[in-house]
């Protein structure tokens, strides 16, 4: 096999009837024999562990969770397990229940992939809606600071005293003695 200069270089596919010789081999993860690109899927080299990695999920109809199926374990056994330690039907309708765009006459259902959550009021709206003004959001609230407030006060004080303020071009320096 292979060359003088590679004398490793390709394998002997495992199918009998085959026996091509490949210079790209495949290795099957599942039983570790070496196969061409003709039979390297599962199915076309009758993989004896091939159905090992398969997942089946079966959601439960009384509470709603996905229960998953053990390919050496009987399914019946499974979900007499799930039913019996698992299942909790209370969880049904958080669990199936689709939620909607608050907007009104929207009927977009709000899934995981086309969700945003509006910074201003904190509610959950559709990609359509996703803008302040699409869905009637007043903006960001504004937040009163400590040094806002004591300026407002310093102004009301020298309105007080009859000083015109044009434009709001002073400057004030609180002094703390």
């Known amino acids: 096999m292979g060359t003088p200069e590679f004398p490793d270089l390709g394998k002997h596919c495992s199918v009998d009837y085959c026996k091509q010789i490949d210079f790209l081999p495949f290795t099957c993860d599942r039983c570790t024999q070496v196969f061409c690109l003709d039979h390297r899927s599962y199915m076309k080299h009758s993989c004896p562990k091939g159905n090992r990695g398969d997942v089946t999920v079966v959601i439960c109809p009384l509470c709603g969770k996905g229960v998953r199926l053990n390919p050496e374990e009987d399914p019946n056994i499974t979900w007499e397990k799930h039913v019996n330690f698992d299942c909790d039907p209370s969880h049904h309708e958080k669990t199936v229940k689709k939620k ?10 709000l899934t995981f992939s086309n969700t945003i959550r509006c910074r201003d009021c904190s509610v959950e709206h559709c990609l359509k809606h996703r803008f302040g003004p699409d869905h009637g959001c007043d903006g960001p609230k504004k937040v009163e600071s400590r040094w806002s407030s004591l300026l407002a006060s310093a102004e009301a004080s020298i309105s007080r005293l009859g000083i015109p303020i044009l434009g709001r071009s002073y400057s004030l320096r609180v002094v703390v003695m």
């Open 100 to 109: 909607k765009c608050p907007v009104t006459r929207c009927r977009e259902l």
